[in-house]
Structures are given as C-alpha cells and as structure tokens.
C-alpha cells in the first residue's frame, strides 16, 4: 500500500451527497482529516483480516470487493465506481473485514478515519440517515445476486453479468463497448463459474451475434438479447 498523502480535493463535488447534509463546521472536521491515496492496477486496498480503519470513497477508477474461497477461487462481490463508498461496514459490525479489496485500474481514493465518520455521524442523523440507505441498497444488490448466481445457468449468469458491468460503467464513446476491460478469469469470478467455462460461453455469445470481443473489449451488440438470457436465467 502507498502512503497516504495530503492532496487538494475538492470535497464538496468529490463527496457531495455527503457534503450536502453536513454543516460548516463539520466539512472542516471532513476536510482537515481526509487523506487521498493513489493506488496502482491490482493493488491491494485491504486484505480480509485487516482492521477497519478508514471508511473509503472511490474519486477515480475502478475497484473489485472479493473474497478467496475453496481451491483458492476468488469470487468478485462488488465492483465499485466513483463516487461510492465502501469499507465501513466492517467498523459499524465491530469487526475484521471479510474481504479484499484491490484496485482494479489506477485509483484514487480518499479515506475518512471511521472514528471521525462516527463522530459526524453520532451528531447529524441527515447523514446517518444516508449511510442507512446506502447499506440498505448494497444489501439489496448482494441478496439478489445471491439468488441469481446461485439459481441461474452459466448463460444466465455471464449475461448478467455483462449487463451488470454495462449498467455500473456505461459503455464507451461507440455507444456499445462496456467501459470496463475484464480478463476472463475476472469475469468468470464475478459470474460464478469456471475461466474456461466463461471462455466456452463468451465464444458461444459471440457466434450468435450477441457480442463481439476484441482482447479484453466486449462490445454489445444485441443487448435485448441478452437481457433476455439474463432474465430466463
């Protein structure tokens, strides 16, 4: 990990869900105890065991929550985007993180001590209020990509998975190349499955037209088909 550094943000368009529902006084208690730290591709944020220390906004690039599971398959649990926070749930569970945490392309993060967070939180239920609603989402999209992994067909899943990505990251300039360069051994761990079975698949989506994959670029070419195999699962 790199060390932190005291870098110029612009907090209030960096943060500025938060920085809406904070008074003046507590964005200088935000400001004067924020630090950004820059990250390079696949480097590690935390590691499952670590003491959550700092709750985590995402101020550029692209970071993957995952968890080593049995035979040392990985598998993705979130992917997250600018602007999202993440890596305070563990500190309000009172525990150890039960994931990692990596940068997924060069990132830039700006951590928040989770002893400050709880101040600001303990003195403004605006902002309580917020934190609610974003853990109430995050467990919302984690319960049902639950069901979805573990219920649908390995088509089912890669074709979520692809919308998924779409929907988080957009596409590029063309208006159908997802805005996200996967290796296939992440998209199988975000899908559930084998690298060779989202190998197989991938090739199987790309003679029938549904997309078309160049290195890692995967361009959708008919999404309505493909929301159609994710909903049949």
């Not at 809406?20 to 480097?43: A, G, M, P, W």
């Not at 670590?50 to 398959?73: A, Q, T």
């Not at 997250?80 to 305070?88: R, T």
């Not at 199988?188 to 197989?200: E, G, K, Q, V």
Request: charged letters at 25%; a neutral charge.
């Amino acid at each position: 990990m790199v060390k932190q550094q005291k870098e110029e943000v612009d907090l209030s368009a960096s943060l500025a869900e938060v920085w809406r529902v904070l008074t003046e006084k507590e964005r200088d208690i935000l400001r004067n105890n924020s630090t950004i730290q820059h990250f390079k591709r696949n480097e590690l944020i935390y590691c499952e065991g670590d003491e959550p220390r700092d709750m985590m906004c995402l101020l550029g690039g692209k970071v993957k929550i995952f968890k080593e599971g049995v035979g040392g398959r990985s598998q993705i649990i979130r992917m997250i985007k600018p602007v999202q926070y993440f890596g305070y749930r563990a500190n309000f569970a009172q525990e150890n993180y039960l994931t990692n945490a990596s940068a997924f392309e060069a990132s830039v993060v700006c951590l928040i001590p989770m002893t400050v967070v709880t101040e600001l939180l303990m003195g403004n239920p605006n902002l309580a209020m917020f934190f609610i609603r974003q853990l109430s989402f995050d467990l919302g999209v984690a319960d049902e990509r639950t069901v979805n992994l573990t219920q649908k067909h390995i088509r089912g899943r890669l074709a979520e998975s692809l919308l998924f990505l779409k929907d988080s990251y957009g596409l590029e300039e063309d208006g159908a190349t997802l805005s996200i360069y996967l290796s296939r051994e992440d998209l199988a761990n975000l899908s559930n499955m084998t690298t060779s079975n989202a190998i197989r698949t991938l090739s199987t989506f790309v003679a029938e037209r549904i997309i078309a994959i160049d290195g890692r670029k995967i361009k959708l070419i008919d999404e309505d088909k493909l929301r159609k195999i994710s909903k049949m699962g």
